[in-house]
Structures are given as structure tokens and as C-alpha cells.
């Protein structure tokens, strides 16, 4: 099984702050690598696909970066509607596994 | 609008059984494979089964392999995933979640949930 690691594991930022997160593979998984943003009593929502391919529909500020095992996902100048908690995912081998996920305060 | 919806969640003993359901519209179901995540109360998102868009292929997570099983309706729209056996660790809201071309989670239902307890 692929685990995959993120960090941090909480961030705490104010508007206007660029976050970044990381997320780890245990294997080479190429570009196969989605990220998630979910809020609470929310179903989980896609932001980017394939490393680094944005949603549709998805603001800007969110971008993906990395391949192989280690990836990124940016928010340039977070906004206070992005307090919420990330998860990546791996789709290169089942079973599909995700990260722990890395919740984002805003302060 | 493109949109899932499950439904058939409940409390159920442990041993019992229960059948989800996910019924899909907006979209051409027979062409997508269909996936179940599942998120324990305060806990992260865990992939759970697939099945293939015609329903020829599926595969499970080692921890409900052998007791969930899943089918699909094309004519309906409509996907189920049988719970069997059912340990108090499958207390979860169960979300069916469409797949794109790239393996992405495109689509997500709202989620059903399922509390296992005596």
C-alpha cells in the first residue's frame, strides 16, 4: 500500500499568507496525485488533479506542483473562505490511499 | 446538474447487514466507474471498493474485502454497496464519488451515514 504523508498536520495563517503543503509518497506515483479541499459537514471537493492540473472552476490562487513522490499544493493569498482541511490522494496503484489531511486555521 | 445521492445509512447491530445506495443523474452513469470513500466521525477520508462502469471489474479495501460487495443498475442509474458483517470500525458517512480520466474524485455525493453499535 502507498502511504502518503502530508505537512504540516495544522496550520495556522491570517489572509492574505501564502500556505503550503506537502505531501509525501512512499513510492513513485508519477503525476497521480489529486488534492482535496474540505470544509466542515461538507462532501470533500477536487482542486487539482494529476499534480497540477486545477478543477474546473477553481479559484486561481490554488496551484499544484511535483511529481514522483513529493508534491505541493500552494495558495497564494489565502482567503478567509480556505479555512478548511486539505487531503491529497494517489491514484497510481490500489488501493487508493489519501494523506491524514492538513486542516487550515485562519487566525 | 450533475450530482450523486446516497442513501440507505442507518444504526445497525454488529453482525447486521445494510445496503447503501447511489443514485446518479446529469450525467451518463454507464460510462464512469464509481468509487465509495468513507471518513469516521473526526477522522480522515479512507477509499473503500470500485467499481468498473460496466460492473466487470471491482475491488475493495483489505479491511471490507469479503464482506462489502458492490453492483450497479445501468438502466437505473443507480449503485449499491451490501454491508455485511458489519464491525463496530465501519461507523462511517459513506461517500460514492464519481472517477474522471486521470483517476481524480470529480463528483461527490453528500454522504450516508453508517453507525454500527449494540
Known amino acids: 500500500e502507498i502511504v502518503l504523508t502530508q505537512s504540516p498536520d495544522f496550520q495556522s495563517v491570517t489572509p492574505k499568507d501564502k500556505v503550503t503543503i506537502t505531501c509525501r509518497a512512499s513510492q513513485d506515483i508519477g503525476n497521480s496525485l489529486n488534492w482535496y479541499q474540505q470544509k466542515p459537514d461538507q462532501s470533500p471537493k477536487l482542486l487539482i488533479k494529476y499534480a497540477s492540473q486545477s478543477f474546473s472552476g477553481v479559484p486561481s490562487r490554488f496551484s499544484g506542483s511535483g511529481s514522483g513522490t513529493d508534491f505541493t499544493l500552494t495558495i497564494d493569498s489565502l482567503e478567509a473562505e480556505d479555512a478548511a482541511t486539505y487531503y491529497c490522494?494517489?491514484?497510481?496503484?490500489?488501493?487508493?490511499?489519501f494523506g491524514q489531511g492538513t486542516k487550515v486555521e485562519i487566525k | 446538474q450533475v450530482q450523486l445521492v446516497e442513501s440507505g445509512g442507518g444504526v445497525v447491530q454488529p453482525g447486521r447487514s445494510l445496503r447503501l445506495s447511489c443514485a446518479a443523474s446529469?450525467?451518463?452513469?454507464?460510462?464512469?466507474?464509481i468509487h465509495w470513500v468513507r471518513q469516521a466521525p473526526g477522522k480522515g477520508l479512507e477509499w473503500v471498493a470500485v467499481?468498473?462502469?460496466?460492473?466487470?471489474?471491482?475491488l475493495y479495501a483489505d479491511s471490507v474485502k469479503g464482506r462489502f460487495t458492490m453492483s450497479r443498475d445501468n438502466s437505473n442509474n443507480i449503485l449499491y454497496l451490501q454491508l455485511n458483517n458489519l464491525r463496530a470500525d465501519d461507523t462511517a458517512l459513506y461517500y460514492c464519488?464519481?472517477?474522471?480520466?486521470?483517476?481524480?474524485?470529480?463528483?461527490w455525493g453528500q454522504g450516508t451515514m453508517v453507525t454500527v453499535s449494540s
Open positions: 464519488a464519481r472517477v474522471d480520466g486521470v483517476g481524480a474524485f470529480d463528483i
Open positions: 490522494h494517489q491514484s497510481s496503484r490500489f488501493p487508493w490511499t
Open positions: 446529469g450525467f451518463t452513469f454507464s460510462i464512469y466507474a
Open positions: 467499481m468498473t462502469y460496466d460492473g466487470s471489474i471491482q
